[in-house]
């Protein structure tokens, strides 16, 4: 069964710092390129980051570029966002995804797996 399962959501005060998960199940990450979107309440999803499958290639929204970091470990099945300095509009379900063509991008219909959510809550 494919599954994307995100982990280590939780609540932060504002400046702190989280490490999310996303562990992959029934198909192996090697060569999809993996996204991070968030939906915060009222809003629409965003395509936050994204790192190709092969040569390291990142994409970051402007909202959290330099904040940040998206990495993966093929070994480990699972990909990471690294989020520091968050602030209280960072609040949202976070979802990773993942895309076969292994490129680069942010748009949610290139996307062929997703994950469920973890919410996180940035306040003091």
């Known amino acids: 069964q494919v599954q994307l399962v995100e982990s280590g959501g939780g609540l932060v005060q504002p400046g702190g710092s989280l490490r999310l998960s996303c562990a992959a199940s029934g198909f192996t990450l090697d060569d999809y390129a993996i996204g991070w979107f968030r939906q915060a309440p009222g809003k629409e999803r965003e395509g936050i980051s994204c790192?190709?499958?092969?040569?390291?290639?990142?994409y970051y929204a402007d909202s959290v570029k330099g904040r940040f970091t998206v990495s993966r470990d093929n070994a480990k099945n699972t990909a990471y966002l690294q989020m520091n300095s968050l602030n209280p509009e960072d609040t949202a379900v976070y979802y990773c995804a993942a895309d076969r063509s292994g490129y680069v991008n942010y748009r949610e219909y290139e996307f062929d797996y997703w994950g469920r959510g973890t919410q996180v809550t940035v306040s003091s």
């Open positions: 790192i190709s499958s092969s040569d390291g290639s990142t």
